[in-house]
Every structure is written in structure tokens, then in C-alpha cells.
């Protein structure tokens, strides 16, 4: 039984550059959630995504959108790079219901030059 | 903007001693959730509290959440090197959708 996988698990950008990161849910889970960890914090929520909406929005400007695809998987988009996005963006899933108990995967490590 | 304070920030402590973290909010929460996180991986869930006052076992690992529902206790007994750790804490509002997470207690135990 596979895990939520992300991929890519490490890339480097420069400023004003965009970003696209992969996510597959565990499966038989249908809600994604993004969040975002700097070095040294708790991860923030970016946003959750069930049947293909964004179903609630954490404080994040409109330069993160995200996608979610009829398998579930989902897609985190950055636009505009700033050196503050680098952190370590991190998926997690969980049947749509079950509130809290998230999965999470191992992330993606993105370095904004 | 963290809503949940975690203490002590950092710890280290030797193989064999006891050692508690505490996660606390001025927020009431409708759950609260324990991970365990290692270098380059991502958070893994270690319990789920959802009742005032209610203490959770796991193997030497104790967890207590406040009877308020805004603060939360993790105790560990004899303390392992496999115990070392990000420790984090994540509250769930009455939506349960998103998690607030606090900054974390970096755990090293040492042989």
C-alpha cells in the first residue's frame, strides 16, 4: 500500500521563477492538503483540496494555487519566486470526513536563489 | 502565526532519562494530534486526542490533553536514541479540515 508520494523531492529556482509540485494521495484517500515548513518552524497550511476544489484556504497570497486532478492527485503551483518560499512543501491526505489524522509525505525541498 | 506554543524549543537529554513537552493555545481545539518528524521526511501521526482530561499510552510514550482542550502534554519514559525527533503538536478547529501546528521541540537522546 503506497504512501503519499511527492515528487520532485529536491529542486532550486531563482527568483520570479515558478514552481509546480506533485503530489499522490494514499490510496483510498480523496482530500489533499498542502503545507508549507521553514526551516525551523511547524509546518502552515496552504490549502486542501476534495473533489477537485479548494475547500479552505490558509493565509497564503493568490501566487499559490493549487490543482486537484479526478484521481486525486494534486498539484501545488508557485508563481513569482520569492527567496522567502524556499522551505520544505509537504503533502498530506485523508478520507474526506476524518478530521485531523493526516498523512503526510516526505516532501518537496525547494531553494529559491 | 503559530497558535500553539510547544516547550521546551530544544532538548537533550542521555539515553535512559524522563522528559515531558508541553503544547499550549489560548485556542480550544476539537482535537489535538501529536507527530514525530525525521531529517528529510515528513510528519508521522502518534496519537489523536479528542476529549478534555484524556490520557493516551503508547508503549512508553504518554500524552494528555488539558481539560480545557487548549494545551497538551507529551511525557516520555526511558528515553531512546530511536526517540530522537522533531516533536510536533496540531491543533484541529471545529472544521477539522486544517491543522495549526506549533513550531516544534527538536529532541536529541543520546547513548
Known amino acids: 500500500d503506497a504512501g503519499v508520494t511527492q515528487s520532485p523531492t529536491h529542486l532550486i529556482k531563482t527568483r520570479g521563477q515558478q514552481v509546480t509540485l506533485r503530489c499522490s494521495p494514499k490510496?483510498?484517500?480523496?482530500?489533499v492538503s498542502w503545507y508549507q515548513q521553514a526551516l525551523g518552524q511547524g509546518p502552515q497550511f496552504i490549502f486542501q483540496?476534495?473533489?477537485?476544489?479548494?475547500?479552505q484556504r490558509g493565509n497564503f497570497p493568490d501566487r499559490f494555487s493549487g490543482h486537484q486532478y479526478p484521481n486525486y492527485s494534486s498539484e501545488l503551483n508557485v508563481n513569482a519566486l520569492l527567496l522567502g518560499d524556499s522551505a520544505l512543501y509537504l503533502c498530506?491526505?485523508?478520507?474526506?470526513?476524518?478530521?485531523?489524522?493526516?498523512?503526510f509525505g516526505e516532501g518537496s525541498r525547494l531553494t529559491v536563489l | 502565526t503559530q497558535l500553539l506554543e510547544q516547550s521546551p524549543q530544544f532538548l537533550s537529554i542521555q539515553e535512559g532519562e524522563n522528559l515531558t513537552v508541553y503544547c499550549n493555545s489560548s485556542?480550544?481545539?476539537?482535537?489535538l494530534q501529536w507527530y514525530r518528524q525525521e531529517p528529510g521526511e515528513g510528519p508521522v501521526l502518534l496519537v489523536t486526542?479528542?476529549?478534555?482530561?484524556e490520557v493516551k499510552k503508547l508503549k512508553r510514550l504518554t500524552f494528555q490533553f488539558g481539560d480545557a482542550r487548549k494545551d497538551s502534554s507529551l511525557h516520555i519514559t526511558a528515553a531512546q536514541p530511536g526517540d530522537t525527533g522533531l516533536y510536533l503538536c496540531?491543533?484541529?478547529?471545529?472544521?477539522?479540515?486544517?491543522?495549526?501546528f506549533g513550531k516544534g521541540t527538536s529532541l536529541l537522546v543520546t547513548p
Open positions: 483540496y476534495y473533489e477537485e476544489e479548494e475547500r
Open positions: 490510496s483510498g484517500h480523496d482530500t
Open positions: 496540531a491543533g484541529a478547529g471545529n472544521s477539522g479540515y486544517a491543522l495549526n
Open positions: 486526542v479528542v476529549t478534555g482530561g
Open positions: 498530506a491526505s485523508r478520507g474526506w470526513g476524518r478530521t485531523g489524522e493526516l498523512f
Open positions: 485556542s480550544v481545539f476539537s482535537s
